[in-house]
């Protein structure tokens, strides 16, 4: 794993838990997703498969210990990136969270609209708890875009480009490589980016973010159960 296996959640943000989907597991899910030549996909819960995966009792137990309460996937996506469909992504924290309908409420804002769902960015206090389990389908590494990321920056709450940028110039980063199968859990405030893929091997990633409690002011999560 080059050294990513001695990184924790709870101190640097995220951790790689090795072999967590088996490999009938995982050639269900591709099949379930359907056309894997898409770069990506929202709203992945919809999905019975992938549903069914989201809150089953392993991964749940698992998500548990990070978030507390009653964790249920709240946002799936399906992310391919392949020599067809290549591309970066810049160093950002993950900021928006997908819900039911817009309802004004106070430290909520910047909305939008992605593929019919709106999302809200919400107080750095609810993105604090909250856990992303990106599953990875494919072998990553830094040729096919592997992600990076920079360890610790889960603490410093919301960053505005400027504060980044300085982050960028004085902190490491790691590349998280990973297996087939292994799964890199994250906290969605953890400073991430991921270059162009440089190789013909896809690198498809199944993306879930968890919550264990209910917004408040009237909010909901999009796909709460």
């Known amino acids: 794993m080059d050294g990513v296996d001695s990184f924790c959640v709870a101190e640097d943000g995220f951790e790689v838990v090795a072999g967590l989907v088996g490999s009938e597991e995982r050639r269900g899910l591709i099949e379930a997703v359907g056309d894997v030549d898409a770069a990506g996909r929202r709203n992945m819960l919809a999905i019975a498969a992938v ?3 989201a809150h089953s009792r392993g991964l749940v137990e698992l998500v548990r210990s990070h978030t507390g309460g009653e964790p249920r996937a709240a946002r799936a996506i399906w992310f391919n990136k392949s020599p067809e469909a290549n591309w970066l992504v810049a ?3 993950d900021l ?8 004004e409420a106070p430290g909520f804002g910047g909305w939008s609209v992605k593929e ?3 999302h809200v960015q919400p107080p750095a206090e609810v993105l604090e708890r909250m856990l992303t389990v990106r599953v990875h389908l494919d072998d990553a590494d830094a040729e096919n875009g592997a992600l990076r990321v920079i360890p610790g920056t889960h603490l410093a709450g919301r ?18 490589t990973a ?28 993306h879930i973010e968890y919550a264990g409690w209910e917004l408040p002011h009237g909010l909901a999560w999009f796909d709460s159960f």
């Open 159 to 176: 960053l505005d480009a400027g504060q980044i940028e300085a982050v960028r110039c004085e902190r490491a980063e790691t590349i998280c």
């Open 91 to 93: 160093w950002h924290q």
């Open 116 to 118: 019919g769902v709106p």
């Open 179 to 206: 297996r087939a199968g292994d799964a890199l859990l994250m906290r969605p405030l953890l400073l991430h980016a991921s270059g162009r893929s440089t190789s013909e091997r896809p690198r498809r990633v199944l």
């Open 96 to 103: 928006a969270i997908a819900v039911r309908e817009r309802v």
């Open 51 to 53: 549903a069914a995966f």
